[in-house]
């Protein structure tokens, strides 16, 4: 923002340090009175939803506060009012000229307006509160957060809360989830900022998945804004040269034919599968490659073949060459013996023997396999597929390869899990998730109630969002992260 410095004015600049960069304070003294403005984002015109920004917090209907922060021994608070979807900030213990104000965000606090509000405490004072302003922008399907800040009037220091937001879309664990999810949903590109093309397809998933257990309509939306933005992006229909990213995609697609019945998803889903297809070969005996490349034959390409093909079947009256598929692809996996002695599955297979390569074990192979079986047995109605299912998840649920204390752990996560891995936890909950759900007894229901219970209390911000290790504390979160944690809370929702 833009200033200009009159010569009666004296300016002083201090640098705020922002989670993204370093922003700069600009303090004018006018008549001994401090004024602060942010040199930097500019504030969007006024946004209004239910009511318009700058409403009087004495009409509130509730007061909820969720984080404060301190600075020279003031407190800094955020009040929601989860009812109207509004928020608005406090300053105590403070002195006449102090000053407090909100920032707003609509991507997850990367980016933000500021200075929403911005106020000082009156003389005769030590307290003081902004106006209310919206949480979210409802017109542009705009999902946001809010945080208050405030500094002393004789200080330069500025203190700000951590990101948080209002109960609406966000009244259990998985809508408030989901809402973390889509703070990172880029509607340009429609796709999920901070995470790639295959884990967009998981996070759109998930949302998917959101829709079906919670009945949260809200963010359907991002269902035909996704297809329509990236129908002809790489080689069209979702499909690139890694197979197992058109498997997910094919999956995402399943689930949205799903949620709305619009037949263009589910043909989208069959090219995606007849893609899969055209890498099926020879080699090996069968099996589907890992990329157009055809170096590599792996589990979870073969796993999405086989869970792909199935579910199309199930969802195509009078099908026969889909459950053919499906039903080659299983018999194929068992014959690589790519699961092991242990009941848990490797990685992928040596092409000099045609067997187990013995490589790591992720949690993404054991789930997608398992969700594969499910639809395999449900198009076959073959109960020994869910019987060898529940030995998969008997093993993955209590090997120490995949579980520290009882909670899921990936092998990377003792270090740097890159792009991929944190979008593995999220499949194998999804794929727990379905298994459990078809067998009568819900063996995995206080295996997948822990997993959620400990995220949730151990690994979770102000902001409903995230970290990688469930056991915590929280890394650093972004959309591959958060949409495993959308993917467990789906599964116990």
Aim: hydrophobic fraction near 40%; glycine fraction near 10%; include cysteine.
């Amino acid at each position: 923002m833009t200033r200009e410095r009159s010569p009666e004015i004296q300016w002083q600049e201090f640098p705020m340090r922002t989670s993204r960069s370093i922003v700069t304070i600009a303090l004018a003294v006018v008549a001994g009175t401090q004024i602060a403005a942010v040199v930097g984002p500019t504030p969007q015109a006024v946004i209004c939803n239910r009511y318009c920004d700058a409403r009087d917090p004495g009409l509130s209907t509730s007061d909820r506060q969720p984080v404060s922060s301190t600075v020279w021994g003031r407190r800094v608070v955020l009040h929601l009012n989860d009812n109207d979807a509004m928020g608005w900030a406090s300053i105590e213990n403070g002195n006449p000229g102090d000053r407090v104000w909100l920032d707003r965000s609509l991507d997850g606090g990367r980016g933000w307006e500021g200075l929403l509000g911005n106020t000082a405490i009156p003389a005769g004072q030590r307290g003081w509160r902004t106006l209310m302003y919206n949480n979210d922008y409802w017109a542009t399907n705009g999902v946001g957060a809010l945080r208050a800040c405030g500094k002393a009037g004789d200080r330069p220091e500025v203190a700000c809360t951590a990101w948080a937001r209002t109960t609406w879309n966000a009244w259990n664990r998985s809508t408030a989830a989901a809402t973390g999810l889509m703070m990172l949903y880029n509607q340009g590109t429609g796709l999920f900022d901070t995470t790639g093309w295959w884990n967009s397809a998981n996070a759109l998933t998930a949302i998917i998945d959101s829709v079906k257990v919670t009945g949260m309509p809200s963010y359907r939306y991002a269902i035909a804004n996704t297809y329509n933005r990236n129908l002809n992006a790489h080689q069209g229909s979702f499909r690139n040269d890694f197979i197992d990213d058109t498997g997910w995609w094919g999956m995402a697609w399943v689930g949205a034919f799903d949620v709305t019945g619009d037949s263009r998803y589910l043909n989208t889903a069959r090219a995606d599968a007849d893609h899969m297809f055209r890498y099926w070969d020879g080699v090996c005996g069968g099996g589907v490659w890992w990329s157009t490349a055809r170096t590599y034959k792996n589990a979870i390409s073969n796993s999405l073949y086989i869970q792909l093909n199935a579910a199309l079947h199930n969802r195509i009256a009078g099908d026969t060459v889909y459950l053919q598929r499906a039903q080659a692809g299983w018999a194929w996996f068992q014959g690589t013996q790519m699961i092991n002695s242990s009941n848990l599955v490797n990685d992928g297979i040596d092409l000099s023997t045609c067997r187990n390569n013995g490589s790591a074990v992720w949690s993404y192979n054991q789930g997608v396999l398992m969700a594969g079986l499910t639809e395999l047995s449900r198009a076959t109605g073959d109960a020994g597929l869910l019987t060898r299912a529940r030995q998969l998840g008997n093993a993955s649920t209590t090997s120490g390869q995949l579980n520290s204390n009882g909670i899921l752990r990936d092998p990377c996560e003792g270090g740097d899990c890159g792009a991929d891995g944190p979008s593995f936890k999220g499949a194998f909950a999804r794929g727990l998730g379905a298994l459990n759900l078809a067998l009568s007894d819900r063996p995995f229901a206080v295996y997948l109630r822990r997993q959620a219970d400990t995220a949730f209390a151990q690994n979770r911000t102000p902001l409903d969002t995230y970290g990688l290790r469930w056991i915590g504390p929280v890394d650093k979160t972004d959309a591959a992260r958060q949409h495993s944690a959308l993917d467990l809370m789906n599964a116990t929702n």
